[in-house]
């Protein structure tokens, strides 16, 4: 009874610990990066046609935001970001352009966006759906 007592009570500690970690973390001193949002459904598309969006975030810390890097994961997308620190309670944008030539039905490039806020990687998407060009299209 008093080993179950014991590993109950250990248990207990460790759930408190974890709790408050992740309220301290919540907390933490820093540059944080906020979304409006995180994806964008460009619906059904012809192939060949580029589309693009613009990403809208925020800096909700308490320190100036530094992107370093913004990464793709296809020659068929483009970024344009900020290279300037996003100083605390401002706002920026990234805009995202995808070229579906030689691309084919459903899409969704993630792109990552890797700074020095504490939720230092965080992910945006476009999704759209690829139909092939008609023969009589001339695009």
């Given at each position: 009874?008093?080993?179950?007592?014991?590993?109950?009570?250990?248990?207990?500690?460790?759930?408190?610990?974890?709790?408050?970690?992740?309220?301290?973390?919540?907390?933490?001193?820093?540059?944080?990066?906020?979304?409006e949002?995180?994806?964008?459904?460009?619906?059904?598309?012809?192939?060949?046609?580029?589309?693009?969006?613009?990403?809208?975030?925020?800096n909700?810390?308490?320190?100036?935001?530094?992107?370093?890097?913004?990464?793709?994961?296809?020659?068929?997308?483009?970024?344009?970001?900020?290279?300037?620190?996003?100083?605390?309670?401002?706002?920026?944008?990234?805009?995202?352009?995808?070229?579906?030539?030689?691309k084919?039905?459903?899409?969704?490039?993630?792109?990552?966006?890797?700074?020095?806020?504490?939720?230092?990687?965080?992910?945006?998407?476009?999704?759209?759906?690829?139909?092939?060009?008609?023969?009589?299209?001339?695009?």
């Open positions: 009874m008093m080993k179950k007592f014991f590993a109950l009570m250990v248990i207990g500690l460790f759930m408190v610990n974890v709790s408050i970690a992740q309220d301290a973390a919540a907390d933490a001193d820093g540059a944080k990066i906020t979304f949002e995180t994806s964008k459904d460009f619906g059904d598309i012809v192939q060949g046609d580029v589309v693009e969006h613009t990403f809208k975030f925020k909700e810390g308490n320190q100036p935001l530094i992107l370093s890097n913004v990464l793709v994961t296809c020659g068929c997308t483009a970024t344009k970001w900020p290279r300037d620190p996003i100083a605390a309670g401002k706002a920026a944008e990234i805009t995202v352009r995808f070229d579906s030539k030689g084919s039905g459903a899409q969704n490039k993630i792109v990552t966006v890797v700074s020095n806020a504490v939720n230092s990687r965080e992910k945006v998407s476009i999704k759209s759906n690829v139909l092939p060009k008609k023969k009589d299209d001339a695009r």
